[in-house]
């Protein structure tokens, strides 16, 4: 064999490795209801803490803040927001308990 067929036979042997890719399932994320008055408004990127105490109210639950740059979460009854410093940088809908 020549060096060039071993190099094309290498190439082929581990080209289904090579393009292999795992699946992402976003399904989770499609099913969350829209951020809206319809669905379930909840703060958004970029507001201050201020701002989603006078829109939300205070939340059930503040857990202390983590890491650097500082983020911090508070718990509403059925979304969590995230914040850096005192932005929010994401909210999300909480999740219902599995029943055991």
Known sequence: MTFKKIILASIFCFTPLITHA???LIDVINKEPANTPAGLLRPKNGQSMDTV???FGN???IYPTVGEPPITRWQYVKFSVYFEHNLVIHSVVNKPKKAL
């Open 22 to 24: 795992d699946v992402l």
């Open 53 to 55: 105490i006078s829109q």
């Open 59 to 61: 939340p059930i639950r």
